[in-house]
C-alpha cells in the first residue's frame, strides 16, 4: 500500500472513530439523561397519584363522616337499640344518604357485621360483610373491593362507627377506582397510568384499565402483572408493542394493598420511548453525516498532505534509485525550509559526501589492487624465477670446470629451462585471460541445458574417485538471455571446485528453480566445507584455500554472473559441504540490443 493510501486510510480512520466516539458519548449521556429523567417523571407522576389518592381518601373520609353525622343514620343506630329491629325498612336509606354525598358506594352495618341498608346492591341486607374487620378501622381511606352485579369493582372507601346506646352502627362508604380517577392525573407529554384491579387469581385484560377505559392491547402487560402479584414488590420492564422501537414503553408497576394488605389493585406507569429513539435516530444520522463530511475533507487533506509531504520523498527516493544505479551526483532540488528541506539538503550533502568518499575508495582500491598484483605475481613467478637461476648457475659451473660433461648438463638445463619457461608462460596467460573478460553475448537459452551439458562433462570417474551426481532440473524452465559459453564456464568451474572439495568422493547436485522472475541454478558437494570467514573472501581476485591455485576461478565465475546482471552467494559450513547458488534475470530486454549491435558490425564489416 502507497503512503498516500495509508495517509487517507490514517485520516478516514481518525475521523471515524473520532465521530463514532463522540456519538457513542453522546448516546451513552443521552441515555442515561432518559433513564434519569424518566426515573424522576415516574416518580413525579407516582407522588402525584398518591397525592390524588390522599385527597380523594380524604374527601370520602369527609363524606362518610357527614353520613355517620347524620340524622338518618342516628335514627338507624337508636332503632338497632331495639329488642327486634326490621332491617327491611331501611332498604332505601343507603341509596338516598350516598346520592346525597356523591358516593358511588354505601353501607350501613351493625356490631353482627349484618348489613343492614346498601345503596349499590339493595338486595344484601341482612347478609354478611366479611371482607372487614371492624376491630381495628383505620382512619384514612382504603382500597376495597366492591361486589356488585356485574362483577368486582375497586373502591376507596372509609369506614365509620356510629354508637348510639350499647350497640354499633357501621358506615362505609366510597368511591370508584376507574377510568375518572386516571383522567384526573395531570401527566407529562409521553407518559400515561394504567390500573390493574386484582380481583383475582392470574391476568384478566377486562381489569386493565386507563384513562380511556379498557386498555385495549393488555396481553404484552401479563408478565409484569403477573411478576407483581406474585412477588408483591415494584417491577419495571421495557415493552415492545410494535418492530419499530421508537413504539417501545418502559412501564414501571407499583402493588397497592387493601385493608387487610392484600394486593387489591396495580398501578403502571408508561414512559415513551419514542422521544429517547428518536433522538438516538438523529444523532446517528448526524454522526454518519459528520463522518461523511470528514472523510471527504479527510480525502482532500490527504491529497493537500501528499501533494506537500509524499512529492518531495518521491523525488527523493528516485533520486536514492538512481544514485544506487551509479549516478553519485544526483542532487536534488530543495523547496522548503521545514524537515522535508532539511532531509533534500541532507541527500544532497550525502552524494557529494559520497562521490568524494568514492574518488578515495578508487584510488585506494586501484592502489591496493595493484599491490595485490604485483604480490601475486612476485609470488608466481618467484617459483619458476629460482630453478631457472639454479640452471643457469650450473651450466656456467659445468663450462668452466667441466667441460667433458657440459654437453650432458646442457641438455638436462635445457630441459629444465623450457619447462619453468613454460610455466611462466602459463601464468601469465592466467592473468591475461583474466584481464581479457570477454561482454557476455546474450542469446536464447535454456539453464537446464547448459546445466545437463556441464553434468555430462563431468560424470566420468576421475582418479578412482566415486561421484555421485544428482540433477534436479524444473519443469518448464523458461528460456533467459545469456551468453551460453560464459555461463557453461562459470557452472564448469564451479564443480571443479565442488571435486577438489571431495577429494575421497561424494554427493554432487545440480538443480535448477524459479524464484520470482530469476531463474536460479543451485550447486552443491558434501566436501570438506568452508568457513565463514573463507565465505566472505572467497570471491575475492587471487584468494584461495587451494595449496596450488591462483584464486581466479571463482573471481571469473562472479566476473561472469555480474556481466548477466546476477547474483551469486555461497552457504557452507565446516564438515558439511558448500551450496552456490546463481540468481539469473530473464535479460529479455537485452536481446534487442544485443541484436541491432551485431547488425552493426555486419554493417561496417
Known amino acids: ?275 429517547y429513539v428518536e433522538l438516538r435516530r438523529h444523532i446517528r444520522y448526524a454522526a454518519l453525516l459528520a463522518g461523511s463530511a470528514g472523510i471527504v475533507l479527510a480525502i482532500v487533506f490527504s491529497g493537500w498532505a501528499a501533494a506537500r ?35 533534500a539538503e541532507s541527500f544532497n550533502h550525502m552524494t557529494k559526501e559520497l562521490l568524494q568518499q568514492r574518488e578515495h575508495l578508487v584510488q585506494a582500491e586501484r592502489v591496493a589492487a595493484w599491490r595485490e598484483l604485483a604480490r601475486r605475481l612476485a609470488h608466481e613467478l618467484k617459483n619458476p624465477l629460482f630453478p631457472l637461476q639454479l640452471t643457469v648457475e650450473n651450466l656456467i659451473r659445468a663450462r668452466q670446470h667441466s667441460p667433458e660433461q657440459f654437453d650432458e648438463v646442457f641438455r638436462e638445463s635445457s630441459s629444465t629451462l623450457l619447462a619453468e619457461i613454460a610455466n611462466l608462460k602459463a601464468i601469465i596467460s592466467r592473468f591475461s585471460e583474466f584481464s581479457k573478460m570477454p561482454q557476455p553475448q546474450f542469446q536464447r537459452v535454456q539453464l537446464n541445458e547448459i546445466a545437463q551439458n556441464v553434468c555430462r562433462l563431468f560424470q566420468a570417474p576421475e582418479d578412482g574417485k566415486r561421484i555421485d551426481f544428482k540433477l534436479e532440473l524444473a519443469e518448464q524452465m523458461p528460456e533467459i538471455a545469456a551468453d551460453p559459453d560464459l555461463l557453461h564456464r562459470a557452472l564448469s568451474n564451479l564443480v571443479l571446485n565442488a571435486l577438489d572439495a571431495m577429494p575421497d568422493g561424494g554427493k554432487l547436485s545440480i538443480r535448477t528453480y524459479q524464484k520470482g522472475g530469476l531463474a536460479c541454478i543451485e550447486i552443491s558437494d558434501s566436501g570438506v566445507g568452508l568457513t565463514p570467514e573463507e565465505c566472505q573472501r572467497l570471491f575475492t581476485p587471487y584468494y584461495t584455500t587451494k595449496t596450488h591455485g591462483t584464486g581466479l576461478g571463482l573471481a571469473i565465475v562472479q566476473s561472469v554472473i555480474s556481466d548477466h546482471g546476477g547474483r551469486i552467494s555461497v552457504r557452507s559450513e565446516p564438515g558439511h559441504g558448500a551450496a552456490f547458488l546463481i540468481e539469473l534475470p530473464r535479460n529479455l530486454d537485452k536481446l534487442e540490443a544485443a541484436q541491432q549491435a551485431r547488425s552493426t558490425s555486419n554493417a561496417y564489416s
Open 1 to 275: 500500500m502507497s503512503f498516500r493510501r495509508k495517509l487517507l486510510a490514517v485520516f478516514a480512520l481518525t475521523v471515524s472513530v473520532s465521530v463514532g466516539s463522540v456519538a457513542w458519548i453522546v448516546l451513552v449521556l443521552s441515555r442515561h439523561a432518559f433513564e434519569r429523567a424518566d426515573a424522576e417523571r415516574t416518580a413525579a407522576l407516582v407522588a402525584q397519584f398518591r397525592r390524588e389518592f390522599q385527597r380523594r381518601g380524604q374527601d370520602v373520609v369527609r363524606r362518610v363522616e357527614a353520613i355517620a353525622t347524620s340524622e338518618s343514620v342516628t335514627r338507624i343506630a337508636l332503632a338497632l337499640n331495639r329488642s327486634a329491629p326490621d332491617y327491611s325498612s331501611y332498604v332505601g336509606e343507603a341509596r338516598a344518604l350516598a346520592e346525597s354525598q356523591h358516593l358511588d358506594f354505601l353501607e350501613l352495618i351493625d356490631a353482627q357485621s349484618v348489613i343492614i341498608s346498601s345503596a349499590q346492591r339493595a338486595a344484601r341486607f341482612g347478609y354478611r360483610e366479611e371482607s372487614l374487620n371492624f376491630s381495628s378501622l383505620p382512619g384514612d381511606a382504603f382500597l376495597k373491593s366492591e361486589e356488585l352485579a356485574d362483577g368486582a369493582r375497586l373502591a376507596l372507601s372509609s369506614v365509620r362507627e356510629v354508637r348510639v346506646g350499647d350497640k354499633s352502627l357501621y358506615v362505609v362508604g366510597g368511591q370508584r377506582v376507574d377510568e375518572n380517577f386516571l383522567a384526573s392525573l395531570e401527566l407529562p407529554t409521553g407518559m400515561r397510568a394504567m390500573f390493574y384491579q386484582n380481583l383475582g387469581t392470574g391476568f384478566s385484560p377486562p381489569l386493565l384499565i386507563d384513562a380511556s377505559g379498557v386498555v385495549r392491547r393488555a396481553e404484552p402487560l401479563a408478565t409484569l402483572i403477573k411478576e407483581v402479584q406474585e412477588q408483591r414488590k415494584e417491577g419495571e420492564t421495557n415493552i415492545h408493542w410494535s418492530s419499530d422501537a421508537a413504539d417501545d414503553e418502559i412501564v414501571h408497576a407499583i402493588p397497592l394493598a387493601g385493608q387487610n394488605d392484600q394486593l387489591l389493585g396495580i398501578l403502571l406507569v408508561g414512559n415513551a420511548r419514542r422521544p
Open 309 to 343: 509531504v509524499i512529492r518531495p520523498v518521491e523525488q527523493l527516493a528516485d533520486a536514492a534509485r538512481e544514485v544506487a544505479a551509479g549516478n553519485w551526483s544526483t542532487q536534488v532540488a530543495v523547496t522548503s525550509a521545514d524537515e522535508l528541506g532539511e532531509l
